[in-house]
Structure formats: structure tokens, C-alpha cells
């Protein structure tokens, strides 16, 4: 219940004409529609602890959830999960950790710390957007500086940059925004029809 009123504090005002997006209601996606797992094999105070990790870098308010998505894509927030053997030539597992990190990132975290991993990689995000997509991508939208930031982070350099790519972990978290809309406009429709509308 606390964590509940902790993270419902990180409301961020838009205008009245806006959907505001909660952290609160991108954890319930977060929990309950990570394609391929259930709802009660998920654990809820990891899923709001990476949350708060990311809040902290104050992500545009239209990404919040950015970092639960690739987590959920990535290993099903599973801190032990394994990949990426196809690379390996003994098809010993590359990826390690819920954010999938290969062996150079050993130098610098315990790839299979979930909290090491999601502060490690929102920095990677961010020092793209400092490094790379300042240089390369001459955007003034925010959002599509952090999407762009996003897609470098988990990528290959690329001469040029990546500015106009965006990662696969994105077309999940738009799933979980339009989810988020439907029941907001759901329960907009249903507060006019209890008034008499």
C-alpha cells in the first residue's frame, strides 16, 4: 500500500485535455500484460522498484514504462533468465539478466541484479542522449530524442546514428498505452452514464 502511494506521488500535471499516464497504471500493465506471462508469477515490488529507477531519470511522461517493457520483452523480468546462445559457439548463453546484458557489461554490474541492471541501462539511455543523438538527430521533440536515445542504447553502433529507428520494446509499451486509454475512456463513459448522460 505504501509503495502504492509512493509511486502515485510521481504524477506528472499535463492539461486537462491530455491522458495522464501514472506509473501506477503502467505497473498494472506491466504485471498484467507481459505477453507469454501471467499476472501471479510476476513480482509486483520488483516491477515498482524498476519503476522508481527509471522515474529517476525523468523519462518524457509519453515513455514512461520504457524501461518495464524492454524488462518484460527482454526475460519476463526474470533476473536469471539466459540468451542469446545462437552467438556463442558453444551455445554457452550470452545474455544474462532481466535486461539481457552480454559479458562486457560484467565490468561494470552484476548482470543478474535486476535493480544494477536497470540503473545501468537507464544510463546507457542517457548518456546516448547526451553523446550520439545530440550529435546525429537534430530533434527538438523530446520523445523522439529518448526513442532515439532508447534504440542506440540497446544497439550496435551504427555510423550516422539511429535516428529514425525505433526498438522493438517500444510497440509494447504502445500496447500498454492504448490499454491504459481504452480503460480510461471506459470509465469516462461510464461516470457520463451515471450522471444521466
Request: one cysteine or more.
Amino acid at each position: 500500500m505504501l509503495i502504492t502511494i509512493l509511486i502515485s506521488s510521481l504524477l506528472v500535471a499535463s492539461t486537462a485535455d491530455e491522458l495522464q499516464i501514472k506509473y501506477s497504471e503502467v505497473v498494472h500493465q506491466a504485471i498484467n500484460n507481459c505477453p507469454g506471462l501471467s499476472a501471479e508469477k510476476v513480482d509486483e515490488k520488483l516491477i515498482w522498484d524498476l519503476a522508481r529507477i527509471e522515474n529517476k531519470y525523468n523519462p518524457p511522461e509519453s515513455l514512461r514504462g520504457m524501461l518495464l517493457a524492454a524488462a518484460c520483452q527482454e526475460s519476463k523480468y526474470n533476473p536469471n533468465a539466459k540468451g542469446d546462445r545462437k552467438f556463442s559457439k558453444r551455445r554457452r548463453p550470452k545474455a544474462i539478466g532481466i535486461l539481457q546484458f552480454w559479458p562486457w557489461a560484467k565490468k561494470y554490474i552484476d548482470r543478474k541484479d535486476p535493480h544494477q541492471s536497470a540503473d545501468f541501462w537507464m544510463k546507457r539511455v542517457i548518456k546516448q542522449l547526451n553523446t550520439s543523438v545530440k550529435r546525429n538527430c537534430k530533434f527538438r521533440n523530446k520523445k523522439r530524442r529518448w526513442i532515439a536515445a532508447w534504440v542506440t542504447a540497446i544497439r550496435y553502433p551504427k555510423k550516422g546514428g539511429r535516428c529514425y529507428e525505433k526498438p522493438k520494446h517500444y510497440s509494447l509499451l504502445k500496447k500498454w498505452y492504448r490499454n491504459i486509454k481504452k480503460e480510461y475512456e471506459y470509465r469516462r463513459s461510464c461516470k457520463g452514464y451515471s450522471n444521466g448522460r
